[in-house]
């Protein structure tokens, strides 16, 4: 009788399809972030520019999401496991930076062109996979390195770092200088500096815990998503704008609003532990990059942010990288998933 050797995917409990459609769903509903934000945000009568209120926002996602969350749990009866599942420093950090993140990203969103505000958060995957392949000793091949680098190189494009024209040739850079259409730009580009940190510490951190269900880890994001969406929102407060979000927004505004919590709250940050469980974080961190394309392409459309013909020829690269790993992973064996030791159970031995 012929013996059959298991699948690396077999044996490691990763299904790279269900990874693969988990991240392209998410990183759709987080394109969609910086339109339903600016919808969602009434303008300042006085400046004509919008409040700075993206915390609310973000913190309205995690809110929304957490209930969700808790609604499908008890659907599927799990009840139980998420009673009985200890929460650990990976769980509440995890949860944490997500919900940081997404507040300075979406106050990024209202402040700088969305166009900034996505690549600038999207130096955060790129983090998680530095952070694997060290702490994780994730070893990063050369067709994955490939990828990656294929959308980092596509991003520098796209958001204008690499950028040409005939009178100043090619030019490198990220422009932090005053523009009269955005008077808040810099502080936006540094909120997405702010956001890209706490994504790439959220993406390391779902690489711990796999013994945690998917629905009961999503729940928990979401919890501890508050918290760190509340802190920005606090500090933005005293420290930067006191504006009350609920007493500037108006009904079409609170309808956009409810559109982003179920959209790119709910079903967006919902799979990413989904996703983080079952890809690598250098795959993760690859076939994200789809949010951008999604962001760029409303930001031109929607909001008449212009394109230059390299920032184009940056979009196909990010498609290209995107999509390789897929096409990749379909086309050869499956990569042994490594070990996955949760820092906080390691330091209590």
């Not at 076939?287 to 409303?298: D, G, P």
């Not at 940056?314 to 070990?339: D, E, N, Q, V, W």
Request: charged share 15%; aromatic share 10%; net charge positive.
């Amino acid at each position: 009788m012929e013996t059959r050797t298991p699948s690396k995917e077999a044996t490691t409990g990763q299904n790279k399809k269900v990874g693969f459609t988990a991240i392209l769903i998410s990183a759709t509903g987080m394109g969609l972030v910086g339109t339903f934000s600016r919808l969602a945000t009434p303008q300042n009568p006085e400046t004509g520019t919008s409040y700075i209120t993206g915390d609310f926002l973000a913190l309205g996602r995690m809110a929304v999401g957490a209930l969700g969350m808790l609604l499908i749990v008890a659907l599927v009866k799990k009840l139980p496991e998420l009673r009985k599942t200890k929460i650990s420093f990976a769980v509440v950090a995890g949860g944490f930076c997500i919900g940081a993140s997404l507040a300075f990203y979406v106050s990024a969103t209202l402040m700088t062109t969305i166009a900034n505000a996505v690549f600038l958060i999207y130096t955060g995957p790129l983090f998680s996979a530095i952070l694997a392949a060290i702490f994780l000793k994730e070893r990063i091949s050369k067709s994955h390195a490939l990828f990656l680098g294929l959308v980092f190189i596509g991003m520098l494009m796209t958001v204008g770092l690499i950028a040409y024209s005939p009178e100043s040739g090619l030019t490198f850079g990220l422009d932090l200088s005053m523009n009269p259409e955005l008077p808040n730009k810099t502080m936006g580009d540094l909120f997405g500096l702010a956001s890209g940190l706490f994504y790439g510490l959220a993406l390391f951190f779902y690489r711990y815990r796999s013994d945690i269900s998917s629905e009961v880890r999503s729940f928990w994001n979401f919890a501890f998503g508050i918290v760190g969406a509340l802190v920005v929102m606090v500090y933005r407060l005293i420290a930067i704008d006191p504006t009350n979000p609920i007493e500037v927004m108006e009904s079409n505004h609170w309808m956009w609003a409810v559109v982003l919590f179920l959209v790119s709250g709910l079903m967006a940050i919902g799979l990413l532990p989904v996703a983080g469980k079952h890809l690598l974080a250098v795959e993760l961190s690859t076939v994200a990059y789809w949010e951008c394309v999604v962001a760029l392409v409303l930001g031109v459309v929607i909001w008449s942010e212009s394109m230059t013909v390299v920032g184009a020829i940056g979009g196909i690269l990010i498609i290209i990288g995107g999509i390789g790993p897929i096409l990749s992973g379909l086309a050869r064996g499956r990569r042994k998933k490594p070990t996955e030791v949760d820092p906080a159970l390691h330091a209590e031995r």
